[in-house]
């Protein structure tokens, strides 16, 4: 049995495969009596990928590390080769790498450590992206999350806040969940298997240094998954675990996606709805009718206030760092608890 298994799913990626072997070859613990494993899922390739990963497995057993890995006929989606990869790995903590990402040599070795402390927990890491400043707000984002914050900012476009590529954690945190949704092309496995995490009862922790290169490039499977289906199920989640806590609330954002927010809301979460609150002076004052095109009727009337006039707590539908810091300002101004008094939704 390994200590840790390095999961990697793999669909055609010949132009990858080196990168990522070299440095997972170049890990601290590969010299050390920590026995690794990389359990690798061929998803059906049709490119070099079989050859690479045929001559990449004497290499590493020349090393001592056992590299395990099947290939399938047809590919079957990004969750059910991660499913697959796990099933033939043996670790007792598991550590998930995509194809296209490069680790940092201390990352298995910082990250073992800390899930070691952390038994129930997804353990991620910071991250620096290549080609260089390919998505800063990113980047911002997912490395100055607070601890708090990890498990507070769970409904922005950006997704988990551990990104998916960071992943390590002990085998019984994925045993818990019971795996990676199989839907297939298209669909967010990587948040339907956090929420599930923490619906569980999970926990989240990031080791604070970069130990990830994490790729940016058009034929990434992230891009193949629609922001309607996130939408819906961040919504079906906050309308689950946020709003039936909450008798009354603000939406902060009266415009475009403020008012789409409140459209999608189920009838019992509408009538919640107080008002809106927002800062340009052209809405402030007005009140706004909500038509629902199915219903074929006004769903709702609802004034618009000035933010610092609105009540606690706040649905804040506004994307960060896309105003120069005005909005997060305005945000801090108003002394609120993030998760108590307000929840992002972006």
Not at 238 to 247: D, G, I, R, S
Not at 308 to 323: F, G, H, Q, R
Request: hydrophobic share 40%; with cysteine; proline share 3%.
């Amino acid at each position: 049995m390994a200590e840790i298994s390095i999961i990697i799913p793999v669909y055609n990626g010949e132009r990858w495969i080196d990168s990522c072997m070299k440095s997972i070859a170049s890990q601290t613990l590969i010299k050390t009596d920590v026995k690794l494993e990389l359990a690798i899922y061929n998803d059906g390739s049709n490119d070099g990928t079989q050859h690479l990963l045929e001559k990449w497995k004497e290499y590493f057993t020349s090393l001592g590390v056992t590299f395990a890995f099947l290939s399938g006929t047809k590919s079957k989606g990004v969750g059910a080769a991660k499913n697959s990869a796990v099933k033939i790995s043996t670790g007792r903590f598991l550590c998930f790498q995509d194809i296209d990402d490069v680790m940092h040599p201390e990352r298995l070795r910082l990250q073992w450590e800390t899930a070691k402390l952390n038994i129930s927990a997804l353990v991620g890491c910071k991250i620096s992206r290549v080609p260089a400043n390919s998505t800063p707000r990113f980047v911002r984002w997912a490395n100055t999350l607070t601890n708090e914050q990890l498990k507070s900012q769970i409904y922005t476009s950006n997704g988990p806040t551990l990104l998916m590529p960071t992943w390590f954690c002990h085998r019984s945190v994925y045993d818990k969940v019971g795996g990676f949704d199989e839907s297939g092309y298209g669909t967010p496995e990587d948040l339907i298997f956090f929420y599930d995490h923490l619906d569980a009862g999970g926990h989240l922790v990031r080791v604070d240094e970069e130990l990830l290169i994490y790729t940016y490039h058009e034929g990434a499977a992230t891009f193949s998954i629609k922001r309607e289906l996130i939408w819906k199920i961040q919504l079906d989640r906050l309308e689950n675990y946020v709003l039936p806590f909450w008798n009354r609330f603000t939406v902060w954002n009266a415009g475009k996606w403020g008012r789409r927010l409140v459209r999608s809301l189920s009838s019992s979460s509408i009538s919640k709805v107080d008002a809106f609150c927002d800062v340009d002076k052209n809405k402030i004052g007005r009140t706004v009718e909500l038509y629902c095109p199915i219903k074929r009727k006004v769903v709702t009337k609802l004034p618009v206030v000035h933010f610092t006039e609105a009540k606690p707590p706040l649905l804040i539908c506004m994307k960060l760092d896309l105003t120069n810091g005005e909005f997060e300002r305005n945000l801090k101004s108003l002394n609120l608890i993030e998760g108590v008094d307000y929840v992002l939704f972006s």
